[in-house]
């Protein structure tokens, strides 16, 4: 497990929801205070709230894609296409992992079997992410 991962499970373990634990878990790379992603991700947990979403843990992994993909250029944004790909390859390879990315569906709210945990997606979020940091 790296340390990315291993700081992820961590902050879910304070309390952070999905969203928040992984993103957290990069602030030193996006630049990003710990407070101001902890706040922009409160309301990512659950499922985007309610558990219709997609999982926190994929878009707080999302978020962090955006802060370190982004070119930033107010007038002329010209990065949105790098960074949606390497999202796209994000949620696609949660998705092959995991059968799901919608938080209901992983929780087996409606089917009664459970896909993954919060605990596991979290785990699997941030791992992918580092890959894909690793490559891109």
């Given at each position: ?15 952070y ?18 407070e ?54 994000l ?46």
């Amino acid at each position: 497990m790296s340390i990315k991962t291993q700081k992820a499970e961590e902050n879910h373990q304070k309390g952070y929801n999905c969203a928040q634990a992984v993103a957290c878990a990069f602030c030193e790379e996006c630049g990003i205070s710990e407070e101001i992603m902890f706040r922009m991700m409160e309301g990512h947990g659950l499922g985007m709230g309610c558990m219709e979403g997609t999982c926190g843990a994929i878009t707080g992994a999302v978020a962090v894609i955006g802060a370190l993909k982004s070119a930033a250029n107010l007038e002329k944004p010209t990065s949105k296409g790098a960074t949606y790909k390497l999202a796209a390859e994000l949620v696609e390879r949660f998705q092959e992992k995991n059968k799901a990315t919608i938080c209901k569906d992983l929780k087996g709210v409606e089917t009664g079997k459970v896909l993954r945990a919060c605990p596991g997606c979290i785990e699997d979020a941030a791992a992918i992410l580092e890959e894909i940091l690793k490559e891109n």
